[in-house]
């Protein structure tokens, strides 16, 4: 069983930044790919940020350039850096790993940000 533990969310104000982090405990050169997705309330899951096991980085268009997802293989760690945060970016936010054809969802940290 691949467990995901997300840490660091919390409350922001508008233009401020939060680091989120997710624990794996497995190797995270094991999966094919991790992501961060985030769920507002009453709106859909959507993903934010990708990174491949080549390094490779995929962001959402509503990032523009605001946050960096980024890996330390040492600790197996996969954080999410938000920058210039906006209050739409108020949500749930999941990490999620992709080990075959299977995926693994931590259980979440609230990200809240005031106007």
């Known amino acids: 069983q691949v467990q995901l533990v997300e840490s660091g969310g919390g409350l922001a104000q508008t233009g401020g930044s939060l680091s989120l982090s997710c624990a794996a405990r497995?190797?995270?050169?094991?999966?094919?790919?991790l992501e961060w997705h985030r769920q507002a309330p009453g709106k859909v899951c959507e993903l934010v940020a990708k990174?491949?096991?080549?390094?490779?980085?995929i962001y959402a268009d509503f990032v523009e350039d605001r946050f960096t997802i980024s890996r330390d293989v040492a600790k197996n760690i996969v954080a999410l850096q938000m920058n210039r945060l906006k209050p739409e970016d108020t949500a749930v936010y999941y990490c999620?790993?992709?080990?075959?054809?299977?995926?693994?969802w931590g259980q979440g940290t609230q990200v809240s940000v005031s106007s």
């Open positions: 497995l190797s995270i050169l094991s999966f094919r790919a």
């Open positions: 990174l491949t096991s080549d390094g490779r980085t």
């Open positions: 999620n790993a992709l080990l075959g054809c299977q995926t693994y």
